[in-house]
């Protein structure tokens, strides 16, 4: 998990708030990513960044958003239009094309 | 579509015995392929890629992984297990034609279980 850091490591919303996890690297990486896992189907890519200022879908980008506004920071805020936002939210850097991915330590977000 | 398949949900296998995590692949063009470790809880741990060269690809904690093109494989391996290999397992890939290299498409995992 190493350079790359994720707060809080659990969080607790009502239904109806939007809520905004932080994603942090200090590794000097241009891509970042934001996945989501749920229990048996592995991790879902909600939106990516290559280049600060620029950020493109994932597979499933509805109802959340995203901000690349700096090198080392990707905010995720999963707005009140995501159905169902209870999960383990997963960020991730790289530093280039085909390199590995690295990932944070991740945010369970719980909904009620 | 392009997807991985790992086709076991969970493997279980006897401390000091080989262990095979299976892992197939369906994308066009040539292939990325990487093996993750998760930890209860946590976040994913690189373990080892293929992106060129020698088929056989040797990575982190003693596992190595082999690429086979005509099965559109990449089995995870190692050759003697240990309790504290006990963990859930991905498998990602990624190709030019899949959304990009940077475009990780990842298995469902599997949970490897290793009794002492």
């Known amino acids: 998990d190493g350079g790359i850091t994720q707060s809080p490591k659990y969080l607790f919303r009502k239904e109806g708030q939007n809520v905004t996890l932080s994603c942090e690297q200090n590794?000097?990486?241009?891509?970042m990513y934001w996945y989501r896992q749920d229990p048996g189907q592995g991790l879902r890519l909600i939106y990516y960044?290559?280049?600060?200022?620029?950020?493109q879908k994932g597979d499933i980008a509805e109802g959340y958003s995203v901000s690349r506004e700096k090198k080392e920071s990707f905010p995720l805020t999963v707005t009140s239009a995501q159905k169902n936002p209870t999960a383990f939210y997963l960020c991730?850097?790289?530093?280039?094309?085909?390199?590995?991915?690295?990932f944070g330590p991740g945010t369970r977000l719980t909904v009620t | 579509a392009q997807s991985v398949a790992q086709p076991e949900d969970q493997v279980n296998v006897a401390e000091g015995n080989p262990l095979t995590v299976k892992c197939t692949y369906s994308?066009?063009?040539?292939?990325?392929l990487f093996w993750y470790v998760q930890y209860p809880n946590r976040g994913l741990q690189f373990l080892l890629k293929y992106i060129t060269g020698d088929n056989l690809v040797k990575g982190s904690y003693g596992f190595e992984a082999e690429f086979n093109k005509s099965q559109t494989s990449f089995h995870l391996k190692k050759p003697s297990a240990l309790v504290s290999d006990s963990a859930l397992y991905f498998c990602?890939?990624?190709?030019?034609?899949?959304?990009?290299?940077?475009?990780?498409?990842f298995g469902a995992g599997t949970r490897l279980a290793v009794h002492p």
């Open positions: 960044s290559q280049i600060v200022n620029d950020f």
């Open positions: 590794l000097n990486h241009d891509a």
């Open positions: 991730a850097s790289s530093p280039g094309t085909g390199n590995e991915q690295y």
């Open positions: 990602a890939v990624s190709s030019m034609f899949s959304g990009g290299y940077n475009k990780l498409i």
């Open positions: 994308v066009s063009g040539n292939p990325y």
